[in-house]
């Protein structure tokens, strides 16, 4: 069985296709884990979330920002929509209750065999493990009674840090708010929001949230998307793979077992090295 890494797919289903079939994807024993944001901005988010789903076991997907978005225009209405967003065809698909359905049970963060997954990052205090377990506080509102009063409480830039005194949809946010949307952070762990450029943009202050001299989760392998101003970045503890399909460059994925990397560019084969 060999797993395969796949960054940021939003909606490029042809170019997902073409990247699984190079690597020669077998879902009877491979398995795929998909760093999160399966739709939007791309063409085809309705075919992404479909074949996702139909690959049962042998996909695990973790939950981005415009898949949480998915849910809450889903369940809280058309108010919240931004004006660009290319989700009518799911919003309006003769399946969209099975998908949305689906959706909602899927992860924030996934912890396996030394990796951990997530779709931006984790706070510098946050150990592998204590993360993991933040994330079913999510994850259960997101599946059970509370989910559209989840949702709707959902985003906000506020608190910036993590307390371990934070409660109700403050402790909430924090939590999605850093697994889904965080790139930089000062220090003591406070969040920022607004910058989205390479590591070398950080805001006076600021650092690339993996770059924490002491992330108290560097024992473990992070794997994540979100970041394709970062690109595709291997380090020892990192494996950062949002390559920036949506915006022309490329989708990428690496086998974790030797780190061989796979892409294809939007519209065109690359290989692999």
């Not at 396996?112 to 079913?136: F, I, K, Q």
């Amino acid at each position: 069985m060999a797993i395969y890494a796949i960054g940021d797919i939003q909606g490029c289903y042809r170019e997902f296709r073409e990247l699984i079939d190079q690597f020669g994807f077998d879902p009877s024993s491979d398995r795929l884990w998909l760093v999160g944001d399966l739709v939007n901005r791309g063409p085809a988010s309705l075919d992404t979330l479909r074949f996702v789903q139909s690959l049962g076991d042998a996909a695990v997907s973790v939950l981005g920002n415009h898949d949480l978005y998915l849910l809450k225009i889903a369940y809280t209405g058309a108010s919240s929509r931004k004006r660009h967003d290319t989700l009518q065809q799911v919003l309006e698909a003769p399946d969209r209750d099975e998908l949305i359905a689906w959706l909602r049970t899927l992860p924030l963060m996934h912890l396996e065999g030394g990796y951990a997954m997530v779709h931006a990052g984790l706070l510098p205090g946050w150990t592998a493990e204590r993360a993991r377990a933040l994330a079913r506080e999510v994850e259960a509102a997101l599946s059970g009674d509370s989910c559209e009063a989840f949702l709707h409480h959902m985003w906000g830039n506020s608190p910036k840090a993590w307390r371990d005194d934070l409660a109700g949809w403050e402790r909430l946010r924090v939590i999605v708010n850093a697994m889904t949307r965080m790139r930089f952070c000062t220090p003591d762990g406070r969040m920022e929001f607004d910058a989205k450029g390479p590591p070398d943009s950080a805001p006076a202050n600021h650092l690339p949230w993996f770059a924490h001299p002491d992330r108290a989760s560097s024992d473990t392998t992070l794997v994540c998307g979100h970041w394709s101003a970062l690109g595709l970045r291997r380090e020892p503890n990192l494996l950062a793979l949002d390559s920036g399909c949506v915006w022309g460059e490329k989708l990428t994925a690496v086998r974790l077992e030797d780190r061989k990397v796979f892409q294809v560019h939007a519209g065109k084969q690359l290989g692999s090295f």
